[in-house]
């Protein structure tokens, strides 16, 4: 059973930094896209950045240069690094993975989702 699993959300102040880590089970995260989204109370479900098969990322516009995503093979994890946070930062942050060598900043286009984990930044 294809499943992830995010950890690592909390409670943190402005301009601080926060690790999320997703981990999949059932599937190696190098064979596939995987891609990390966030959702704010009453907003739509935003891209945050992916990652493909090469391990080459693309970062949302407006989140470059302070959101990074890496991985671990061997745990079988993939990282959201996040930096200098800001209030707007708070949300449900999702991992999700699509069987594909493509990467897309494009909820719709992946099928298997984690369970998300709040990030709350105060001001």
């Known amino acids: 059973q294809l499943q992830l699993v995010e950890s690592g959300g909390g409670l943190v102040q402005s301009g601080g930094s926060l690790r999320l880590s997703c981990v999949a089970s059932g599937f190696t995260v190098d064979a596939y896209a995987i891609g990390w989204f966030r959702q704010a109370p009453g907003k739509e479900r935003e891209a945050v950045l992916c990652?493909?098969?090469?391990?080459?990322?693309t970062t949302s516009d407006p989140l470059r240069g302070r959101f990074t995503v890496y991985r671990d093979k061997a745990k079988n994890t993939v990282y959201l690094q996040m930096r200098s946070l800001k209030p707007e930062d708070t949300a449900v942050y999702y991992c999700a993975a699509r069987p594909s060598i493509l990467c897309r900043l494009d909820a719709a286009s992946y099928d298997k989702w984690g369970q998300g984990t709040q990030v709350t930044v105060s001001s």
């Open positions: 990652i493909n098969k090469s391990g080459v990322s």
